[in-house]
């Protein structure tokens, strides 16, 4: 079976029992959490001890079919899920450095365009050399630097090529 299927479909469930049991904002908070102490193992025996009856139940339910091995596949989907429905956008700003001004411009123009609620994030790689690159749910928007020189130098290589 597809890893996509398998946690697009507990991820489903998790959402639909978590929501039956009006618990969705709680189980979404340990979702986060969960996903954040997933890679750092001396860190999820002190994490799952707080976790809700409705998470403890969920992960015993991965746990007996044998899905361990997907849950951070899961948790993606779930958070996935969760943001669609809550109807909050996921915006990334990746830049060479640190730039307060531009992520405020943004900010504000997915505001003006509709987005009430973003969450927004940013990163930076040194490697974009300038500009950005943004990512709007499902949508990238690049604007670097040094993809504008990848293009450059592919536009070149297309005309030296047709030369000779």
Do not use: W
């Not at 991820?11 to 340990?30: I, Q």
């Not at 890679?39 to 809700?52: A, N, R, T």
């Amino acid at each position: 079976m597809n890893i996509g299927h398998i946690a697009h479909r507990y991820a489903k469930a998790l959402l639909a029992f978590a929501r039956e049991r009006n618990a969705l904002d709680v189980v979404h908070t340990e979702v986060l959490t969960l996903m954040d102490v997933l890679d750092e193992e001396e860190k999820i025996p002190s994490c799952v001890k707080s976790l809700s009856e409705e998470m403890h139940r969920f992960l015993q339910l991965v746990i007996s079919n044998g899905r361990v091995a997907y849950l951070p596949f899961i948790f993606q989907s779930f958070i996935d899920q969760y943001n669609r429905m809550a109807g909050i956008t996921t915006a990334t700003l990746t830049s060479a450095t640190t730039t307060d001004d531009l992520q405020q411009k943004i900010l504000d123009i997915l505001q003006r365009a509709g987005y009430t609620k973003v969450d927004f994030s940013t990163e930076v790689n040194p490697e974009l050399l300038g500009g950005f690159v943004l990512r709007i749910d499902d949508l990238r928007l690049d604007a670097s630097l040094a993809t504008q020189l990848k293009n450059i130098r592919a536009e070149l290589d297309d005309k030296n090529r047709s030369i000779v």
